[in-house]
Structure formats: C-alpha cells, structure tokens
C-alpha cells in the first residue's frame, strides 16, 4: 500500500503534470510545423528551384527487382525534417527566452520585509525594556 501511495504522490506533483502537459502540447506543435514546412513553406521553394518535390528527392543505391523495391536515400524528406526541427528549435528557444525574461523581472521585483514572529517582537520588547532599565 506504501508503494501505491508514492506512486500517487509522484505523479499528482506538478512537475509531473507540467512535464505531461508540454509533451502532449509539443506534439502537437511538432505536427502543425510539419504540416506548415510540407504544405506551405517546400512548394515555393520547390518552385523556386524549378518544380522540385523535396519528398521525391532521392539518390538510388539499387534498383527495384521484380517484387523487390528499390533501395533509396531519401535525401529529400530528410531536408524537409530538418527544416522541421530547425523551426520547432526556434520557437522553444523564443519561449524559453521569453519566460526566462519574465522571471528576471520577477525576481528584479523589490520584495517586501519579512515579518518578524510574535517571539521576536516579544524578545525585541523584552530587550528594549531591558536596554531601558525600566
């Protein structure tokens, strides 16, 4: 039962929950720039370099033989991927820089006195009525 207890425990901390949370959320984001890579951003360049499809880019290393498929380096989608990752790799760095950015002013931010406790204001007393000679 004391397992199954810090099992919960663990999985119900937040760091669990936000790390869950930017896993699902980057997926995500990792389809749409693909998506935005594949459908928006290759065809102008494609067209730009004379009606290329990156996707179709291929060097053969052996042809196809009867039922046999060809043996290919697909140099094409491999270009496109790492136009992918080049995107996804900036807008995490603009995320991370931005609340980096706001935690330095959050920090920069004065912050209150602490409040002394009743003993201490109790002992500060005392001492000032001691100092006193009262």
Sequence with gaps: ???LKEFKEFA???NVVDMAVGIIIGAAFGKIVSSFVGDVIMPPIGVMLGGVD???LVFTLKEAVGETPAV???YGKFIQ???DFI???FAIFMAVKAMNSMKRKEEAAPKPPPVPS???TLLTEIRDILKSGK
Excluded: C, N, P
Aim: hydrophobic share 50%.
């Design 54 to 56: 990156f996707t179709s």
């Design 87 to 89: 995107i996804v790799a």
């Design 12 to 14: 119900i901390k937040g």
């Design 81 to 83: 991927t790492v136009i």
């Design 72 to 74: 290919v380096i697909r």
């Design 1 to 3: 039962m004391g397992m």
């Design 118 to 120: 009743k003993e201490e």
